[in-house]
């Protein structure tokens, strides 16, 4: 009943040639034993810059373009400077990118590697916000607010995205001054509702989750204060004792007094008001709905069938968000291991799979480099999702007939670079279940190039079954 295939190609990154064997006779356990591991930074990020650091020379890269920009005869020395500034932030881009995707390829944990990209793109920033810190610290958002949580529960990932500088950058909460607190009333500045309202209709209630536009308001007020801070060198430290790019919380920016929040109030004077509030947000009912469904859209179904939400909703509700637990229970659900529920993979988990198939291809910047490419002219390159909701979850995306023909030009490009190398006959039984039509059209191949488009083109191997 559990099939070795469903456990690797469902809801993990693709079978890797002689996965199967350590897989073997336990696919759930396979899965499974890689809860704990959730939280492990892969080899490739250990020693990349702390998302601070990284904050720190966007700050001073921002300063030194306005600069430039600034002067009143654009020369060419000038224009190579700004030149020199775009280069910069052009190469840390592809690395992370590179770093993104060899990490996919080559992870033996690819459950919980994709789990970590769905917590990602659920908490989705995006570099496309003409905003420069998410340029340079995409990636470590990701391993510092997304990948440090997956071992703990819902409320500390939302807690720990919420207080993460890229998040309040990208929402816009840096802005947010309470109209009443001293710098609001010294400033005449007031509220931003962004983050709020994106907390409660993406991040935890969901669009029909019984919230109002009060609610949005309060939410926002809790949040004042909530901010980043920022270098010497970009502006004064508003606390010298805090390291720069980090989370800074603004007594003096906090709207002061009681808030209420679908029906509770909040007293808490400082910042744990907020904390308060998304504790309980964390743990509404709504949330485990909208959590669970997300979960079982992403890995069974675009369309997800009822008894799976709500048994992961309960398993939510029962172990109040603990991650580890509702992951479990997603691999323990009979619907997972259905083959008749279906999945098309999204441009990325198809590039990953293809190469994940393909032992032996070299990882090298190069080659990183030619796949991202794919990647860019697919439009899911990381970081840069349209809006905060993230990519979209339905076939009908991903599957329209212009994205179709980008998928077979990308299949001929790799199975013309390596096709000789590899003997799709071989391959076939070891990354896909039977099928004696594949098999007998790759067999029949005239070329071991053929053989092997045939084989990655096909629907067996875009289609998650």
């Known amino acids: 009943m559990y099939s070795p295939f469903i456990a690797a190609n469902k809801l993990g990154l693709g079978l890797q040639p ?19 591991k959730a939280s492990r930074l892969p080899p490739r ?19 030194e373009r306005r600069n430039i920009l600034g002067v009143k005869k654009f020369t060419n020395e000038v224009k190579q400077k700004l030149a020199a500034i775009q280069a910069r932030e052009s190469e840390l881009l592809r690395m992370q ?30 570099a496309t916000s003409n905003k420069p810190t998410i340029h340079y610290a995409g990636l470590a958002y990701e391993n ?3 990948r440090a949580n997956m071992t703990g529960s819902f409320a500390d990932m939302l807690i720990g995205v919420a207080s993460h500088p890229v998040m309040l950058f990208y929402l816009d909460n840096t802005n947010s001054i309470g109209p009443n607190s001293p710098a609001g009333l010294q400033r005449n500045l007031g509220l931003n509702e962004n983050y709020a309202r994106e907390m409660l209709e993406l991040h935890t209630l969901g669009v ?3 919230y109002t536009q009060s609610d949005v308001i309060a939410l926002a ?34 709207e002061p007094g009681t808030q209420q929040l679908l029906g509770r109030s909040y007293s808490a004077p400082d910042w744990q008001q907020a904390v308060a509030a998304m504790r309980d947000l964390a743990l509404h009912p709504s949330t485990a709905t909208f959590i669970a469904e997300k979960l079982v859209r992403h890995f069974i179904s675009d369309n997800p069938p009822a008894s799976a939400v709500a048994r992961l909703a ?30 098309l993979k999204s441009p990325e988990d198809y590039v990953v799979s293809s190469i994940r198939a393909l032992p032996g291809v070299p990882l090298s910047d190069g080659v990183l480099k030619v796949l991202n490419d794919s990647l860019a002219s697919f439009n899911q390159m990381p970081f840069t999702a349209a809006s905060p909701a993230g990519w979209p979850e ?30 799709a006959r071989d391959l076939v039984a070891q990354i896909l279940p039977e099928n004696a039509d594949l098999e007998t059209a790759v067999r029949r191949s005239e070329s071991k190039t053929q053989a092997l488009t045939l084989l990655l083109a096909s629907p067996q191997f875009q289609w998650r079954a």
Request: glycine residues 10%.
């Open 18 to 36: 002689g996965e199967l064997g350590e897989i073997g006779k336990d696919p759930r356990g396979w899965l499974i034993g890689q809860l704990p």
């Open 45 to 63: 990020y250990e020693g990349l810059a702390h998302s601070s650091q990284l904050i720190e020379e966007g700050g001073k890269n921002y300063l």
């Open 97 to 126: 990118a590179n770093h993104r995707l060899a990490v996919a390829i080559e992870s033996d944990t690819p459950f919980t590697e994709r789990l970590v990209r769905f917590w990602s793109n659920h908490f989705s920033i995006s």
């Open 144 to 146: 510092e607010a997304i």
């Open 208 to 210: 029909s989750g019984g």
């Open 221 to 254: 007020k809790m949040l004042t204060g909530w901010t980043v801070n920022l270098s010497a060198e970009y502006k004064a430290l508003p606390n010298p004792s805090e390291a720069a790019g980090t989370f800074l919380y603004l007594q003096y920016a906090h």
């Open 314 to 343: 309960k398993r939510f509700t029962e172990t109040r968000g603990d991650l580890p637990s509702v992951h479990q229970a997603l691999v323990e659900m009979d619907e997972t291991w259905d083959p008749g529920w279906q999945k």
């Open 394 to 423: 339905q076939a009908e995306h991903w599957g329209g007939p212009d994205a179709l023909i980008k998928r077979v030009e990308y299949i001929n490009m790799v199975a013309g670079a390596v096709g000789r190398d590899f003997d």
